[in-house]
């Protein structure tokens, strides 16, 4: 697919088929994750992929927009050890860009996704962490559900000419 | 071009051509950093787009890791009205997907990259913020110098295994 097709049609996707998502397209997914740039390229990503039911219910439970992670086959949590962190504070770009790798690849394979808000909402963050056995020391920054779609991608527009300051604000 | 080889592909680019970036490719690329997801949809962002060169080598010379906005054509700096937030607290995750965006388009255009942090650093966003004249009520996650690239792209590998926990951490 056309890097510009995935952008430019990747939309937030909350229904999904039965089917599940195979190895290889979780494998690519991920590995796209880790090609994001990091600040003095750390990395300090980490990834719990639940395909659990039981597990995934639990977290759709918890998190008061993330109910669709009951019925999609695949969650993906985004964390990161700031332990690996070269200098602090830039842990959520870190994640955030990895976490739109992942939208964009999914999109790439015609798989859906929606990517959950978690950090910095406390009642959003500390559910999951016990559920998943995350660590106290562990950021955790949101997560995406993904699946095949049940409702179709489309372009949507979301261009403003207004948002664009030219050689000053 | 496909958008793995986009993904795959893109890396910190910090030598450029004296070729200058056209204004079609510059507004394929703004779009695409508006097609990003955000929280609510909420499309906080604001960008300001430098090609100024006396501008630019003010940038360069104030920020630690911007040399080359010196000698690139192009500088995004990145930016957030937290009055169009709808929820507090996700603007950094906003406008590190819409700066992901950028890098990923302007890859798509053969353009070269680097994403140059700024926030938290207060030294690093105040200097900026005095020279584009943007306003104290908004934020300023980083800023993007952008190019033909005078060295190659190629594929990094960044994967690493034991990032990736099943089930739970």
């Known amino acids: 697919m056309d ?3 995935a952008l430019f049609t990747r939309r937030s996707i909350r229904s999904f088929t ?3 998502v195979s190895e290889e397209d979780l494998d690519m997914v991920l590995r796209a994750a880790m090609a ?3 600040a003095h390229n750390s990395q300090p990503w980490h990834f719990v992929v639940v395909r659990d039911e039981e597990v995934r219910k639990a977290v759709a439970a918890r998190h008061p927009y993330a109910k669709m992670a009951a019925d999609a086959p ?3 949590v985004v964390c990161a050890n700031p332990a690996e962190c070269k200098e ?3 842990w ?3 994640c955030s860009a990895a976490l739109e790798n992942i939208l964009l ?3 790439g394979k015609n798989l859906g996704t929606v990517w959950c808000g978690m950090h910095p909402m406390e009642d959003r963050v500390e559910p999951v962490r016990e559920i998943l056995g995350i660590p106290a020391g562990i950021n955790i920054l949101g997560l995406v559900v993904m699946g095949h ?3 179709p991608f489309r372009k949507v527009d979301r261009y403003k000419a207004e948002k664009i300051h030219f050689d000053r604000w």
């Open 18 to 20: 039965a089917e599940g």
């Open 149 to 151: 779609p049940a409702q």
């Open 88 to 90: 602090e504070g830039f």
């Open 74 to 76: 695949v969650v993906i």
């Open 36 to 38: 994001a740039p990091s």
């Open 92 to 94: 959520q770009q870190d």
């Open 3 to 5: 890097i510009f097709e």
């Open 105 to 107: 690849a999914a999109r």
